[in-house]
């Protein structure tokens, strides 16, 4: 027999989990509109070549690719140089030509390169859809989960980053957290970094995946991992040691970004400072805090990038970063570009560890009311009552059968259904109903056009 779970990594939302996550998308909608982010949506599946090298090595093999169809299968599985070790595989594999779409980003790029003669200059998106990777499921890991990504195209001011961080600070207060810091660094502190400490420009993705890990590893996983990269041991410890510095700046008390800016004058030019404190200014008091050490593994973020922690919660609740290069790589013009990602399942996972939810929102019932089925010569009268109290702005859920008027109650008590209206021969002959509170076990014989305003009074 087949089994009943979803695929691993995969998720069924029934009915409450659905309201709580279009409650928080709505917030998040809300206010990336309010920053003048227009809608964007993009297919699921992309051509594989669209995808791969992008995301670096360790994002290319969480790409789920989709295996080509009939004749072309065949062709690939009959080659003589087909090779079945998925660590073979590439953007011109012989059985896959479609890949489930890694991420929102890489998708705008195809986008905007495609459209540029359809969009303003200054092009400003907000976009959420799932998104699919074949990723470890751990709490809050998922491998088929939505990203909410905003996302501004055509201008290299920091006034983008600062922007994007206020909508990204204003989402998360508005969710409710008091609680959260949003790291902040930049690729060329990281080459910087990563020369002074002696690290060969050949080996620097190399060591940008290993530090990428510093807050799941820790220092000395990371420091045994840029060896088995064959980072020198002396520029591994230098780099430790810059980042341990970092990190005891970052735990301890003061303006750390003043101090963090100061450690970094003798090693990052000027103007990249320069843009940092743009950043800082721009972005209206959100909790930012300077990370020489945060890295972000993927491969097209070249100046500003960004992440979004909470206590207690390993990993970030969103992350991203300027990409100027992107979008150059499938067109011939180079043309700037930032975005950052909120993690809604990330997000949803601690709000409910935590009971943020609004209770209208965590215990919301499926009607305001349910109208109850007298006898089968009633059916029509109660379905009339129905829609006459749906005119009124009243959620409706009918009971479906005729059935024992307490067993009918007792079905809407179960739902968490507020109210109850019961439409009897006696109700029917004097045009009235009984409205019953289903709380207090109160009820009145009312008139169809006074029920929602006796309902609103209760509320």
């Not at 989402?171 to 949003?182: V, Y």
């Not at 067109?331 to 990602?341: E, H, L, M, T, Y």
Request: aromatic letters at 6%; hydrophobic letters at 40%.
């Amino acid at each position: 027999m087949a089994s009943t779970k979803p695929a691993r990594g995969m998720r069924d939302f029934l009915p409450a989990d659905v309201r709580k996550r279009e409650y928080v998308i709505g917030i998040i909608k809300d206010v990336y509109e309010s920053y003048g982010f227009e809608p964007l949506e993009t297919p699921a599946v992309e051509n594989i070549d669209t995808l791969m090298g992008k995301y670096g090595e360790e994002g290319n093999q969480l790409i789920f690719r989709i295996l080509k169809r009939g004749e072309k299968l065949q062709g690939g599985l009959s080659n003589p140089g087909f090779e079945s070790s998925a660590s073979k595989l590439s953007g011109n594999d012989q059985l896959a030509d479609l890949a489930l779409r890694y991420d929102l980003t890489v998708p705008l790029a195809r986008v905007v390169a495609n459209n540029r003669d359809k969009l303003p200059g200054f092009f400003k998106r907000y976009q959420i859809q799932p998104v699919w990777r074949a990723d470890r499921p751990a709490r809050g890991r998922f491998r088929e989960f939505y990203q909410c990504d905003v996302d501004a195209i055509g201008s290299e001011s920091m006034i983008i980053e600062g922007e994007i961080l206020s909508a990204a600070s204003e989402i998360m207060r508005r969710l409710g957290f008091d609680d959260f810091t949003i790291r902040l660094n930049h690729r060329k502190v990281l080459t910087d970094i990563l020369d002074t400490a002696g690290v060969p420009r050949d080996s620097h993705w190399d060591a940008l995946v290993a530090i990428d890990k510093l807050d799941k590893i820790g220092v000395e996983g990371v420091a045994a991992e840029l060896a088995e990269r064959g980072i020198d041991e002396s520029a591994s410890t230098m780099l430790m040691e810059i980042f341990a510095k970092t990190q005891e700046i970052l735990l301890g008390e003061g303006n750390v970004n003043r101090t963090v800016m100061s450690n970094l004058i003798n090693i990052v030019s000027n103007e990249v400072l320069t843009e940092i404190g743009k950043i800082l200014k721009f972005s209206n008091k959100a909790p930012i805090v300077l990370d020489p050490s945060l890295a972000r593994g993927l491969s097209y973020y070249t100046g500003a990038i960004m992440e979004l922690n909470v206590p207690d919660m390993p990993g970030s609740l969103g992350g991203g970063g300027r990409y100027d290069g992107l979008i150059g790589m499938f067109g011939k013009q180079q043309i700037p570009a930032c975005g950052f990602s909120l993690g809604l399942e990330r997000i949803i996972v601690v709000m409910e560890e935590q009971e943020m939810f609004p209770p209208e929102i965590a215990e919301s019932a499926p009607a305001d009311v349910m109208v109850t089925i007298w006898s089968e010569e009633t059916i029509s009268d109660s379905l009339k009552l129905a829609n006459d109290l749906r005119k009124q702005g009243l959620r409706v859920t009918v009971y479906p059968e005729i059935d024992k008027l307490g067993k009918q109650i007792k079905y809407a008590d179960t739902m968490g259904v507020p109210w109850v209206c019961v439409l009897g021969e006696t109700e029917i002959a004097k045009g009235n109903v009984t409205l019953k509170n289903m709380q207090t076990g109160d009820q009145n014989t009312l008139p169809v056009k006074k029920i929602s305003e006796a309902i609103g009074r209760s509320k």
